[in-house]
């Protein structure tokens, strides 16, 4: 009897052990089943981030194809800069995508294509201004004028600040010592991180510090953003949300004009330090214009004004409606102009700041060239094409091949008439595309034909 129990017990306790094997296995069910639940997980994340790429690398070419412009959209918590354009027409462009960068779609001169005629300078109608009755000028009236030429550089001035660079350094005495030079920067907005401000760029170089005066006795550090050499522009920018609210109601955003339609004897002011004088202001009117200035690419349009050069002014030039419709230089001028004050025309240089204050690849082709007299054109049996002065070393054109002399006159199906019309067809291009270059060669007082292929570079 005592023996079935025990069989019994043993019995019992046998299946109570084989009970806990079993609640084992389902442990082991349920990591199998959150391990293959992982699996697929990671999986997931995978396929999303390689679909993520490559809907990021072939959308720009996707819109190429289907000829769609995207609408821009703000990126890394930046709100795009955008400069309006009034093109010669009197249309004005709405901002487009090109490479995944914003960029207007206008410039200074649309590319010319093969059917379009070379694009003509536009200057207004002015209609002559008959006076009927004369009333006589007191000195109250003269006065009263000056008052209002006050106020207008007063206003322009808000869109302005004192930007002062520092370069430290140690000297052979093994001293420390520190330089400082100051010059006017242009407000062009913020982009919701950063207060941006266009800077002449050889103000900068070398600086180890560059302060910003916002006004009130204000001072804020800068860093630089962007800058392009062949411009001398830079944008440098400040923590926007550390500027205190007190501070941004008394600096506005800088109000562009245009520079297409310049007139000589139109009267304007020369606004920032001039002089020389920080804070100081210049009347004067435009004395000449349509001067050139070729640099890589580009092709830079000039004007005078019937103000003294001055090798320490800067600023900017504007209208009697306050807008800016130029840039102080001293390096973009020719051997007439060097006694007087010049600046070039605010017009083609408003996509170069834009793409600086956004950040955006800058295009690069790599050469310096110039228009053709017809003369010279029908010589090498052409109608339309720019003559190459230089080419710039280690760019794409020198790498493809072009040289010195030579004359472009296709760029795939675009005919160049001008070098702004160079400059505009690689503003719609993208860095890494190809394009083919037909060109003539001189060779043995004959032309030949040469095709070359030039992949765009990035400044």
């Not at 003509?120 to 030429?149: F, G, K, R």
């Not at 009130?216 to 949300?241: F, Q, R």
């Not at 339609?261 to 001039?274: D, K």
């Not at 003369?375 to 094409?385: P, Q, S, Y």
């Amino acid at each position: 009897m005592s023996e079935n129990k025990k069989e019994t017990n043993d019995t019992e306790e046998y299946q109570f052990i084989k009970e806990k094997i079993i609640a084992k296995k389902r442990s082991k069910k349920w990591k199998k089943i959150l391990s293959m639940f992982g699996g697929t997980l990671l999986l997931a994340c995978t396929f999303g981030c390689v679909s993520r790429y490559f809907f990021v690398a072939s959308e720009p070419v996707v819109y190429k194809i289907l000829g769609v412009t995207p609408t821009p959209t703000e990126a890394a918590g930046k709100t795009p800069i955008y400069i309006p354009s009034e093109q010669p027409d009197g249309s004005t462009p709405t901002p487009t995508v090109k490479g995944g960068n914003i960029t207007p779609s206008g410039t200074a001169q649309a590319s010319v294509s093969p059917t379009e005629a070379p694009a003509v300078s536009v200057t207004p109608e002015v209609t002559p201004v008959v006076v009927e009755n004369t009333i006589a000028a007191s000195l109250d009236d003269y006065i009263a004028i000056h008052q209002e030429i006050r106020k207008l550089a007063t206003q322009v001035s808000s869109s302005l600040v004192t930007v002062t660079t520092v370069v430290s350094g140690v000297n052979w005495f093994e001293e420390t010592f520190e330089n400082r030079s100051s010059t006017t920067g242009i407000i062009l907005g913020n982009n919701s991180l950063q207060l941006l401000i266009l800077v002449p760029y050889d103000k900068l170089m070398d600086a180890t510090r560059i302060e910003v005066d916002l006004g009130s006795s204000y001072l804020d550090e800068a860093v630089l953003v962007d800058y392009d050499t062949d411009y001398n522009l830079a944008v440098i920018g400040i923590d926007y949300k550390s500027i205190p609210e007190q501070i941004l109601s008394q600096v506005t955003e800088a109000e562009f004009g245009e520079s297409y339609y310049l007139v000589v004897g139109t009267p304007i002011l020369a606004v920032g330090n001039p002089n020389g004088y920080m804070g100081s202001y210049e009347v004067g009117t435009i004395t000449s214009k349509n001067i050139y200035h070729y640099i890589a690419d580009d092709r830079l349009d000039v004007f005078s004004t019937s103000l003294e050069e001055n090798s320490n002014g800067e600023g900017v030039i504007v209208n009697l409606k306050g807008q800016i419709i130029g840039i102080i230089t001293h390096t973009m001028k020719d051997e007439l102009s060097e006694p007087i004050s010049t600046a070039v025309g605010i017009s083609d240089l408003k996509s170069v700041i834009e793409n600086l204050a956004n950040g955006n690849d800058i295009t690069s082709f790599g050469v310096v060239a110039e228009e053709m007299p017809e003369d010279a054109l029908n010589d090498a049996e052409l109608i339309n094409g720019i003559y190459v002065n230089s080419v710039i070393e280690g760019s794409p054109a020198e790498a493809a091949g072009i040289k010195k002399g030579d004359i472009i006159y296709k760029v795939d199906e675009t005919t160049i008439i001008s070098v702004p019309g160079l400059h505009n067809d690689m503003q719609r291009r993208s860095v890494g595309d190809e394009v083919k270059v037909y060109i003539k060669r001189e060779s043995q007082q004959t032309y030949k034909e040469v095709e070359c292929t030039v992949v765009i570079g990035c400044k």
